[in-house]
């Protein structure tokens, strides 16, 4: 289980660095004795420690721990931040998060930054509170990234199905029972995740696959119709216009004097 950013309390900060290395290069370490977050605003490494990578990058923060042994390796030249800190908290491993905008964490690294190197009055409480600032955000956005692949798979298989029975009468009560969840959920959950109706997924993948057909020489509009599911010509050639802007048969035309 990923050690949670909001369990987190700092007892101290230690030292802000920022690390330019223009090379690629593999470094190993066994001694580290603080824990430490590193954040790049430039370039990729890969922390390997007990046989897992980690990733580091423009859309990842890495917590590191302490008395581990580790390597990394840095596949591109980067650009990087460090913050040495202490905490009561028990971290005993590596953990990467996903950042949501990863622009506006770079602003208050860069702030944390000046504001330890000159050391003016009050510099630690204001490094401090910026730090639990991007901590506090990249909880979020990590939690949120979370709970959204985890709800894409409570779909997926309703999804797969769509993909493979486009052609069959589809409702939500059938994908919802596909999917394990009550309809009203399955309803409510599908159109947060992909910001269309079931039924409107249901339709967007029927025209695209009669793009493909459309794109061939021996198919007719009314083949065409029925092979993606529609109950006729007429009913398709509505839904087509309407989700396209032209009818069938002007954008097979039209395709097909692009090509030429």
């Not at 290395?21 to 954040?39: C, E, M, N, P, Q």
């Not at 790049?40 to 890969?46: A, E, L, N, R, V």
């Not at 990578?53 to 990087?80: A, G, M, R």
């Not at 995740?193 to 993948?205: A, E, G, K, L």
């Given at each position: 289980m990923k050690f949670s950013l909001d369990n987190l309390i700092v007892k101290d900060i230690y030292a802000v660095n920022f690390i330019n290395i223009d090379r690629k290069k593999t470094f190993h370490r066994s001694d580290r004795k603080l824990y430490a977050v590193a954040f790049k605003f430039d370039g990729k490494t890969i922390y390997r420690c007990d046989g897992k990578d980690y990733v580091s990058d423009n859309e990842h923060l890495v917590l590191l721990p302490k008395q581990k042994e580790y390597t990394y390796s840095i596949l591109e030249p980067d650009l990087c931040v460090m913050i040495e800190f202490d905490s009561d908290a028990d971290i005993p491993d590596f953990y990467s998060y996903k950042i949501g905008d990863s622009a506006e964490i770079a602003k208050i690294f860069k702030r944390l930054y000046r504001v330890w190197s000159t050391k003016g009055n009050g510099y630690k409480l204001a490094a401090l509170n910026d730090f639990y600032t991007?901590?506090?955000?990249?909880?979020?956005?990590?939690?949120?990234?979370y709970e959204a692949s985890q709800k894409r798979k409570i779909l997926q298989p309703a999804v797969s199905y769509v993909q493979e029975h486009y052609k069959e009468n589809l409702t939500n009560e059938i994908l919802a029972d596909i999917a394990g969840i009550s309809e009203i959920y399955f309803r409510s959950l599908f159109k947060k995740i992909y910001h269309v109706s079931p039924m409107q997924y249901v339709r967007n993948v029927r025209i695209e696959k009669a793009k493909g057909l459309l794109l061939g020489d021996y198919n007719s509009v009314s083949y065409i119709a029925e092979a993606t599911g529609f109950?006729?010509?007429?009913?398709?050639?509505?839904?087509?216009?309407?989700?396209?802007?032209v009818s069938p048969t002007e954008y097979k035309g039209e395709t097909h004097t692009s090509e030429l």
């Amino acid at each position: 289980m990923k050690f949670s950013l909001d369990n987190l309390i700092v007892k101290d900060i230690y030292a802000v660095n920022f690390i330019n290395i223009d090379r690629k290069k593999t470094f190993h370490r066994s001694d580290r004795k603080l824990y430490a977050v590193a954040f790049k605003f430039d370039g990729k490494t890969i922390y390997r420690c007990d046989g897992k990578d980690y990733v580091s990058d423009n859309e990842h923060l890495v917590l590191l721990p302490k008395q581990k042994e580790y390597t990394y390796s840095i596949l591109e030249p980067d650009l990087c931040v460090m913050i040495e800190f202490d905490s009561d908290a028990d971290i005993p491993d590596f953990y990467s998060y996903k950042i949501g905008d990863s622009a506006e964490i770079a602003k208050i690294f860069k702030r944390l930054y000046r504001v330890w190197s000159t050391k003016g009055n009050g510099y630690k409480l204001a490094a401090l509170n910026d730090f639990y600032t991007i901590l506090y955000k990249v909880h979020l956005s990590d939690t949120v990234s979370y709970e959204a692949s985890q709800k894409r798979k409570i779909l997926q298989p309703a999804v797969s199905y769509v993909q493979e029975h486009y052609k069959e009468n589809l409702t939500n009560e059938i994908l919802a029972d596909i999917a394990g969840i009550s309809e009203i959920y399955f309803r409510s959950l599908f159109k947060k995740i992909y910001h269309v109706s079931p039924m409107q997924y249901v339709r967007n993948v029927r025209i695209e696959k009669a793009k493909g057909l459309l794109l061939g020489d021996y198919n007719s509009v009314s083949y065409i119709a029925e092979a993606t599911g529609f109950a006729n010509i007429y009913s398709f050639s509505r839904t087509f216009k309407k989700e396209t802007g032209v009818s069938p048969t002007e954008y097979k035309g039209e395709t097909h004097t692009s090509e030429l």
